[in-house]
């Protein structure tokens, strides 16, 4: 069954404080049909998809998700213009494209944030990019305010700097970027101060603070979101990528990633993307296999107390509540640029596992 229809019905259900057995009563069907639309392994018969939808109080369009199926095609059709004018050095034609959609679905921050990346880079001539850093600053500022996303959060704050250095305001940095380094800074020139025990957890937690902001920072030297038609510049952004995941191991044992595990699916996965894009496809294909790795092992842990040498002792708190990880790599693993080796054992066996994890934990 389309994931789309099973999810959808997941959420209504919940959001309506049910149980799978009282949706059942109501239908006067078995809970285990219920259980089985829920996890994608059978349809709802079409006769009761209106007394479902009644129920509910949505239409049938609703149920089956069709507008969230024509927002991820009209999204991933931009996303493939957009990238084609990066390659091609059309960054000005971006912003036309990005703002129709937008203006169609302004909750998207992702797409919020690539508008005002599109007006950084757009430099005309002189007037016209101060006037459109201006308009940049204030995107990537509405994205901080209105995101809980992290990662968007950082690479806002990013672009941000950047709009001050050009536009003749270095000094004005922005604050939010800057405070986790001043605390670091401070933490790393007390730690000598502490006593004993104290001191040892202090450093080890600077080693960690460090190295994570060392594999963000290679992160952004390669920005993967920009790919130009040299295939040697895509050879190297993979290289960096690898070097970031490769700090990360160096830090954390095999079984002690905790968190991390989507730090390292994230890496993986986009360096699987500049493999197909460079036709290196065993090597994407490895990489696709140590995104679902990780991916799935970020699904499933509730974090812990780390044991590896450098870091021991150090409580990672995390619980994947929300355990996304997974599926949103599953539905990159759709993309068009994966065609190639779509019917490829190793691939297949890659989505399999992918879909059995999220069907089987009904994510």
Same mark, same amino acid.
């Given at each position: ?54 129920? !509910? ?72 990019? &101060? ?125 002690? !990633? ?15 993307? &500049? ?71 190793? !691939? ?16």
């Amino acid at each position: 069954m389309d994931n789309h229809i099973s999810r959808n019905l997941r959420k209504l259900r919940k959001e309506r404080g049910m149980t799978q057995d009282e949706l059942a009563k109501k239908l006067g069907i078995s809970y285990q049909s219920v259980s089985k639309w829920e996890q994608g392994k059978s349809n709802p018969d079409l006769a009761m998809l209106p007394e479902i939808a009644v129920l !509910f109080d949505v239409t049938i369009d609703e149920i089956y998700g069709m507008d969230d199926i024509k927002r991820h095609q009209r999204i991933d059709k931009l996303n493939k213009q957009i990238k084609e004018n990066y390659q091609q050095h059309r960054v000005n034609n971006n912003i036309p494209l990005i703002q129709e959609v937008l203006d169609e679905y302004p909750d998207s921050y992702e797409l919020m944030f690539e508008l005002g990346r599109s007006y950084f880079l757009a430099h005309v001539d002189e007037a016209e990019t &101060i006037e459109y850093l201006g308009v940049a600053s204030d995107l990537f500022n509405k994205v901080i305010l209105l995101t809980d996303n992290e990662k968007l959060k950082e690479d806002c704050r990013y672009y941000l700097n950047l709009c001050s250095y050009y536009s003749g305001e270095s000094a004005a940095v922005h604050e939010d970027s800057i405070d986790s380094s001043r605390e670091l800074i401070k933490n790393i020139l007390l730690a000598d101060e502490t006593m004993d025990s104290d001191r040892d957890m202090s450093m080890k937690k600077n080693i960690e603070s460090l190295t994570m902001f060392l594999a963000r920072q290679i992160w952004k030297l390669a920005d993967p979101d920009c790919l130009y038609p040299a295939t040697s510049v895509a050879a190297q952004k993979a290289a960096y990528l690898m070097k970031a995941a490769d700090l990360l191991k160096w830090l954390y044992d095999e079984n002690d !990633f905790f968190s991390v595990h989507k730090e390292l699916s994230d890496l993986y996965r986009v360096s699987a993307a &500049i493999y197909m894009y460079d036709s290196r496809f065993e090597e994407a294909l490895t990489a696709i296999e140590k995104a679902v790795e990780h991916a799935i092992a970020y699904d499933t842990t509730n974090g812990g107390v780390h044991s590896s040498l450098l870091v021991q002792g150090i409580n990672d708190d995390f619980c994947s509540a929300n355990k996304t990880c997974a599926r949103l790599l599953a539905n990159k693993l759709k993309q068009e640029r994966y065609d190639r080796v779509r019917n490829n054992t190793n !691939f297949r066996d890659a989505v399999n596992k992918l879909d059995r994890f999220i069907n089987e934990n009904q994510l």
